[in-house]
């Protein structure tokens, strides 16, 4: 995995920081990379943006999944 270097962290938040994971049971770091996890995830509309591109690209879905689980699950593979 990637390592990020911060430099000039000004020491007030730091503080917070640290205290904020020590608070959760938590190292700094992995405090850290939550919030930057949280701060940098995709919103929903870009979620839903990337879904509806993939259907686009794939299709219409043909076939009767129904009847496909119930194969399955009967273990009757080949019908």
Same mark, same amino acid.
């Given at each position: 995995m990637p390592d990020l270097l911060v430099r000039d962290i000004d020491p007030e938040v730091y503080e917070r920081m640290?205290?904020?994971?020590?608070?959760?049971?938590?190292?700094?770091?992995?405090a850290a990379r939550e919030a930057l996890a949280e701060r940098f995830k995709?919103? $929903?509309e870009k979620i839903w943006a990337e879904i509806d591109a993939f259907r686009e690209r794939i299709g219409p879905v043909e076939g009767n999944s129904v009847e496909i689980i119930? $194969?399955?699950?009967?273990? $009757?593979?080949?019908?």
């Amino acid at each position: 995995m990637p390592d990020l270097l911060v430099r000039d962290i000004d020491p007030e938040v730091y503080e917070r920081m640290r205290k904020a994971a020590e608070r959760q049971g938590k190292s700094l770091a992995q405090a850290a990379r939550e919030a930057l996890a949280e701060r940098f995830k995709p919103s $929903r509309e870009k979620i839903w943006a990337e879904i509806d591109a993939f259907r686009e690209r794939i299709g219409p879905v043909e076939g009767n999944s129904v009847e496909i689980i119930r $194969r399955v699950r009967d273990g $009757r593979t080949r019908d």
